[in-house]
């Protein structure tokens, strides 16, 4: 199945893509963080990097496998929000900007903020191939 993608008719994406963002919100992923805590594995480990535990935090922010993708979202963050505001964030406060937005913001800074996380999950292939159904 085909969607819109951010009210442009010119740009679509597969419904995967909006199921991939939904499940890392709710925590049912194919990130190891995720699979142990349901008890489908037996590691907490990055499967790329073994440096750390791959939580959704790793995943955006840490793991080495995702540097360039991760510096397209982080210098798309910088257009969308003042550079102050980013530099006093947490790990966790951008996370939660990635997965949910602010509500606290403008409606148009929160479709930008969820295209950003959409382009960074369908250009990492994190999730590319991984049977979910």
Not at 60 to 67: E, N, Q, S
């Amino acid at each position: 199945m085909t969607l819109q993608c951010w009210g442009r008719p010119e740009v679509t994406c597969g419904l995967d893509l909006f199921n991939h963002l939904t499940r890392l919100r709710l925590g049912l992923s194919h990130l190891s963080e995720h699979l142990y805590t349901h008890n489908i594995i037996d590691s907490l480990l990055c499967n790329n990097c073994g440096l750390e535990n791959e939580s959704t935090a790793h995943y955006l922010l840490r793991c080495p496998l995702y540097t360039t993708e991760r510096d397209v979202f982080l210098s798309d963050l910088l257009n969308v929000l003042d550079g102050d505001y980013i530099r006093n964030l947490r790990d966790n406060d951008i996370v939660n900007l990635f997965l949910y937005g602010n509500s606290e913001f403008p409606h148009q800074s929160n479709l930008l903020l969820n295209k950003m996380a959409q382009t960074y999950i369908m250009d990492s292939k994190r999730f590319q191939g991984r049977a979910y159904h």
